[in-house]
């Protein structure tokens, strides 16, 4: 058995002193509505240590958004895992979960929970919540469609099970050497208020009643009603153990969260956490307007739909406006993916060739177009991982990205795509090359006008692409099916081997591969049985998954996985850009480095309870 005791700052328990709280939250305790602060909080409340300061109490946070989604609160606005990312964005830390053993060769996962933490209706939350979970929705298919994909990582499954109140088991088929790493990604969807859902689910509540109720709230199905009342995004009456709870939901122009009373974290001097009264987001038409208005002052700490491509006006408006800029590298990188399943049968062996694929990357000028489109605010990278991914090495940056339309052309002469009377080029059996590359409307800007741009490098080598665009889900069901040669949207690059969606086929997600991911996650039910070429790469992300104690082996695995992705060229990766965060002058403990990346829950892993307003200055 091994055991982990991670002791560390964020962990610490505050011990031997009064505590603290809001002046909102003492005048409801003068008032009989809520327990005194010393009631609230668990016996040893995690100790978080600020950024820079010790904070103040009070303020709204004001954010801009263009969708409800993009609000976050069951994730990056709302972060709180068994396990979590440390700082730094690398290292596994206790969360919910004080402390963990590793059993039977790596087969369990036991996870102690801390005690007394409580939702934000007071009620305890416990192992319980964690099997309702589990039981209630990971397993019910009139719940939830489908087993979540990260309780069966490369054909992994694990189960859960509870010992006792406050002791959580995850039971692996085969040793699971990433589990920790997947928890501090996942690890905040595991568990539900069971004492609240239960009255919306049939195993608790009469079935036939609870079917009328959900038809008279507007579902077919009593699942789907289940499913709207556990959305932390929609219904303000959901408990939660987050910082921050929805008060006022979409789809109201402006939706509010205030601080939750139960939170379970203090800082250093014995103040309950948050220090921010209250979230807000303001609903606007267009990421345009997002950025307009961020000019002017109206954000606290904005970084969803700011445009990159805007730095400069945002530097010469700063001033103006009261806030700083930050910038910092992003682990994503603005990417094409390349359909190895593509229904055009006339297309599909052009796709499929290596050849073909190097052609459409070095026929692409990145520093001239990141000079274009981003003034300069960017890196020519292949994007294969990110520089903060523990497998990148930097070769894989530069590989197949350098400019080279000479050599572009040759390539495609090779696979008889050859010009025509010296114009465009022609498919091998004479018919005309024209393809539509899709682009997903990412909240991250620039995407449709890169695109654009990048065809035109296309065409000085004689390939005919058009450029088009859809509504978001349409645009995803379209590449889930297939249904797309070309798909654009960000990749993630940073922690991939817990979400390998952008770097094996393991679902339909998996852009570049979609009907091989079917296979994958369906067990051969649905889709195509991956080729050779892929199967490997799965076979060795499956080794890694088991190997546990040695990480050297998995280091080795998982550079084999990125060196396949840097020669075969699967994704045509434009840049890693700069990202930018709109800070206003009064917004504190907000590091001077942040990591942008969906993986660590950018800001959560840096603990949005510790931030602060400071009106003074």
């Given at each position: 058995m091994w055991t982990w005791i991670i002791i560390c700052i964020l962990a610490a328990t505050a011990r031997g002193q009064p505590y603290n709280e809001a002046p909102m939250l003492a005048a409801q305790v003068q008032a009989g509505e809520l327990p005194p602060v010393h009631e609230r909080l668990p016996p040893e409340p995690v100790v978080v240590d600020p950024v820079d300061s010790i904070g103040k109490y009070g303020g709204t946070w004001r954010m801009l958004t263009v969708h409800w989604d993009a609000m976050q609160m069951h994730g990056a606005m709302g972060y709180e895992p068994l396990v979590r990312w440390d700082r730094s964005g690398r290292k596994v830390v206790p969360g919910l979960a004080k402390r963990w053993d590793v059993l039977d060769g790596g087969r369990t996962y036991r996870f102690h929970l801390r005690q007394g933490i409580r939702w934000s209706d007071g009620h305890p939350f416990t192992s319980d919540d964690f099997v309702f979970w589990y039981e209630n929705m990971a397993l019910d298919r009139e719940v939830y469609p489908f087993m979540p994909i990260f309780l069966n990582r490369g054909g992994n499954t694990i189960s859960l099970s509870a010992p006792d109140k406050y002791t959580v088991d995850l039971h692996c088929e085969r040793p699971h050497g990433l589990l920790l790493e997947i928890l501090a990604f996942r690890g905040h969807y595991f568990f539900l208020p069971k004492h609240y859902l239960m009255q919306f689910h049939a195993r608790y509540t009469d079935r036939d009643e609870l079917q009328k109720r959900a038809e008279a709230a507007g579902y077919s199905v009593w699942g789907d009603y289940f499913m709207e009342m556990r959305n932390y995004n929609k219904n303000p009456e959901m408990p939660t153990i987050r910082a921050f709870k929805l008060k006022h939901p979409p789809p109201a122009p402006r939706v509010v969260a205030e601080r939750n009373p139960y939170y379970w974290k203090v800082d250093p001097e014995g103040n309950q956490l948050p220090y921010i009264d209250t979230i807000a987001h303001t609903f606007v038409q267009n990421d345009k307007i997002v950025n307009l208005k961020a000019m002017t002052g109206a954000v606290d700490m904005q970084v969803p739909y700011i445009d990159p491509t805007n730095y400069t006006l945002f530097m010469e408006n700063r001033q103006k406006g009261g806030y700083r800029v930050l910038v910092d590298p992003s682990p994503m990188t603005y990417c094409m993916f390349v359909n190895a399943n593509s229904k055009d049968l006339h297309m599909r062996p052009i796709l499929r060739d290596k050849r073909f694929r190097i052609a459409l990357s070095i026929a692409i000028d990145r520093p001239e177009l990141i000079e274009f489109m981003f003034s300069g605010l960017a890196e020519p990278v292949r994007g294969v991982a990110s520089h903060y991914d523990p497998y990148h090495e930097p070769w894989m940056d530069k590989k197949w990205a350098d400019h080279d339309p000479q050599k572009a052309e040759r390539l495609l002469d090779e696979i008889e795509l050859r010009r025509h009377d010296g114009g465009m080029r022609r498919m091998p059996d004479g018919g005309r090359f024209r393809q539509i590359v899709d682009v997903y409307p990412s909240p991250e800007g620039a995407m449709l006008e890169l695109w654009q741009l990048v065809v035109d490098y296309w065409k000085t080598v004689g390939l005919d692409f058009v450029v088009k665009t859809a509504a978001r889900d349409v645009s995803i069901l379209q590449s889930r099916n297939g249904n797309t040669n070309f798909w654009c949207n960000n990749r993630k690059g940073m922690h991939w081997a817990v979400q390998p969606l952008h770097h094996l086929p393991v679902h339909s997600a998996s852009a570049f591969a979609p009907l091989y991911g079917r296979y994958f996650a369906t067990r051969g039910k649905s889709g195509i049985a991956p080729s050779p070429e892929y199967q490997q790469m799965?076979?060795?992300?499956?080794?890694?998954?088991?190997?546990?104690?040695?990480?050297?082996?998995?280091?080795?695995?998982?550079?084999?996985?990125?060196?396949?992705?840097?020669?075969?060229?699967?994704?045509i990766d434009i840049a890693r850009t700069m990202k930018l965060a709109i800070v206003s002058n009064r917004f504190r403990n907000m590091p001077d480095q942040v990591i942008h990346s969906f993986q660590v829950m950018s800001p959560g892993y840096i603990g949005i309870e510790q931030f602060y307003l400071d009106d003074e200055d």
């Open positions: 799965l076979d060795w992300y499956t080794e890694l998954i088991e190997t546990v104690g040695d990480p050297g082996r998995k280091m080795d695995l998982g550079r084999r996985i990125l060196a396949q992705w840097a020669e075969q060229c699967y994704t």
